[in-house]
């Protein structure tokens, strides 16, 4: 019994000491948001201010960093979720022989290191296409390995699709137009709603891939990077805490939801009958 | 072959396959293989100017890969590299695998979801912000000497950021997530019937581990491992933001090849660093005895 309760002990200090390494540096980060020295430091401390976020706001570069990561991951969005619905479509849907092969490529552009995607992404548009790296190009690379993600993420969901259903539907005269509209779309829309936001958070966040394909363009993530490595103010500071508020709500809000779909897959609602949901 | 387009057409339409065929072809076509194989073709050419491209010294050759096998000092970088990565994997599976054992075993109910948050709040957080942290405990005046100092442990600050230390410290924060999902994700689809009944039996949890847990466990350690090696390997934010000249990592190496137009040699490294990825991952499917199928589950 006691040696049981040494074990607990070691358990819950292991945790503690790990989620410490996990946030510790995150706190330090916020709380030198705050503090009025030029240096970014804990000490000495020069007390509470606020005017690092404003000398952030000030700065042009940053907003135009920002816009430009706005535009780069919406076209992400918008290029990878297609995408990574084929690919999950031809791999859930279709037999084929060679079909291991198939999908060793499609995800071997998450085993790639991002480097390799950028600059490869960026020879091929910058000799082949007369276009040269900027944020076009940042998109393509991007787009090659976060399609993957999407592709896995929408896999997964599509897996546990129930055929019959279409089948059903099309015993009883519906097009395919009306099937995938009606039965393999809505049944899919959890997944595709969360490889929309996942597409978005590896866009905004990219930096690696992003550093080669883009040229002299910035994203925000580039932005951090030259100041970082040339003149760290406060700012960077209070850019992260802006980041780390936005972050703890949106994870809050995509466990919150991962949990209401578990329940829901959990309590496993009987599919209703496709002639019902086509409204025959 | 008859049979599976009929089949494909009874089941997606024409316009179903249509679909798919543009989507998937487009990808791996133009943005898969064809960026891959112009990386590959630039590497095995020479630098020339413009007016002589395409002239009569425009010939495949493997003088960029000579460059590189003859150049000492990119060549300990290379291994620097290789070497410090394993030792990021290798740190980043032993502080995960009790991580991903808690949660997934042991754990319970509203602490399971709790913890999770808890990992998916810095593992959402840019990388380069994560890197930045580190940038201030680490810096010369920064918290770490600061309170070494306090403590008087030392007299005056250390450079921390000389030699791999900062670089490989930093890296393991950074990454250390990439491992703890996938180990995780298998684990939690163990039958918790055989702990106890291993248990029942008599058997020590070491033992426990090593026979039970950790082959249920090796898809989920082979992905974590591949990708925490491919990250570190292939990262070029860490060692800029945290290294010093004398951490060159190889991705700078590149990153310099390009800086100075010589996108020829660029491409030649940038291939034996795409190299050393496939045959690392290679290696582990091996070691794992798993599938690329069970790799990326």
Same mark, same amino acid.
Do not use: N
């Given at each position: 019994m006691k040696s049981k309760s040494i074990f607990k002990f070691m358990i819950g200090l292991y945790l503690v000491l790990f989620f410490a390494y996990m946030f510790l540096p995150l706190i330090f980060m916020t709380i030198i948001a705050f503090n009025a020295n030029d240096i970014p430091q804990i000490t000495p401390w020069k007390g509470f201010t606020l005017m690092w976020f404003g000398e952030l706001a000030k700065d042009d570069q940053m907003w135009s960093a920002l816009w430009n990561s706005f535009i780069v991951a919406f076209s992400v969005v918008a290029i990878s979720v297609p995408i990574g619905l084929g690919g999950a479509l031809l791999l859930t849907r279709l037999q084929f022989k060679a079909r291991n092969f198939v999908y060793g490529v499609l995800v071997s552009p998450i +085993?790639?290191?991002? /480097? /390799?995607?950028?600059?490869?992404?960026?020879?091929?548009?910058?000799?082949?296409?007369?276009?040269?790296?900027? +944020?076009?190009?940042?998109?393509?690379?991007?787009?090659?390995?976060?399609?993957?993600?999407?592709? +896995? +993420?929408?896999?997964?969901r599509a897996q546990r699709f129930d055929l019959t259903q279409e089948e059903a539907a099309f015993d009883?005269?519906?097009?395919?137009r009306q099937v995938f509209w009606k039965i393999t779309l809505p049944f899919l829309k959890p997944a595709l709603i969360s490889s929309m936001a996942l597409a978005f958070m590896q866009s905004f966040d990219n930096y690696n891939t992003t550093l080669f394909a883009i040229g002299v363009e910035q994203t925000l993530p580039i932005y951090i990077g030259t100041k970082l490595r040339s003149f760290i103010s406060p700012a960077m500071n209070a850019l992260a805490v802006i980041f780390i508020i936005l972050t703890v709500?949106?994870?809050?809000?995509?466990?919150y939801r991962r949990r209401r779909e578990m329940i829901k897959a959990a309590v496993k609602i009987p599919p209703e009958p496709a002639a019902q949901v086509l409204g025959m | 072959m008859r049979d599976f387009w009929n089949t494909a057409l009874r089941d997606l339409g024409k316009i179903g396959i249509a679909y798919i065929s543009v989507t998937v072809g487009v990808w791996v076509v133009f943005m898969i293989i064809i960026p891959q194989l112009i990386m590959f073709d630039y590497s095995l050419r020479p630098m020339l100017p413009l007016r002589e491209l395409g002239g009569p010294k425009d010939v495949w050759t493997l003088k960029n890969y000579l460059v590189f096998f003859t150049n000492r000092l990119h060549m300990a970088i290379f291994f620097k590299t290789i070497w410090s990565s394993l030792i990021v994997t290798l740190v980043a599976l032993s502080i995960c695998y009790p991580i991903a054992f808690y949660l997934a075993k042991v754990a319970r109910g509203a602490k399971v979801g709790l913890l999770m948050l808890g990992l998916i709040i810095p593992y959402w957080i840019n990388e380069l912000l994560r890197l930045f942290a580190w940038q201030i405990i680490l810096a010369d005046m920064g918290i770490l000497n600061q309170l070494l100092i306090f403590l008087g442990i030392i007299a005056d600050p250390i450079n921390f950021r000389m030699g791999n230390g900062a670089v490989i410290l930093g890296m393991t924060y950074a990454y250390i997530l990439f491992m703890v999902f996938p180990i995780y994700n298998v684990m939690e689809s163990l039958d918790k019937n055989q702990l106890d009944a291993a248990?029942?039996?008599?058997?020590?949890?070491?033992? #426990?581990?090593?026979?039970?847990?950790?082959?249920?466990?090796?898809?989920? #350690?082979?992905?974590?491992?591949?990708?925490?090696?491919m990250l570190a390997a292939g990262t070029v934010a860490a060692p800029q933001l945290l290294g010093s000249p004398s951490s060159f990592w190889f991705t700078q190496v590149i990153n310099t090849n390009f800086e100075c137009a010589n996108w020829n040699l660029g491409a030649a490294y940038a291939t034996v660093l795409m190299l050393l990825c496939v045959v690392f991952m290679f290696m582990m499917l091996k070691l794992f005895k798993v599938g690329l199928k069970e790799l990326t589950q």
């Open positions: +085993l790639t290191p991002g /480097i /390799i995607l950028g600059i490869s992404t960026f020879l091929f548009w910058d000799s082949y296409m007369d276009i040269p790296g900027g +944020l076009w190009t940042a998109i393509i690379g991007q787009s090659t390995f976060i399609s993957s993600y999407c592709m +896995l +993420l929408i896999m997964s009883l005269g519906a097009t395919h709500f949106g994870a809050i809000a995509y466990e | 248990r029942d039996l008599g058997a020590s949890w070491p033992r #426990i581990h090593y026979k039970i847990v950790m082959p249920h466990a090796k898809p989920g #350690i082979a992905v974590g491992c591949t990708m925490t090696f």
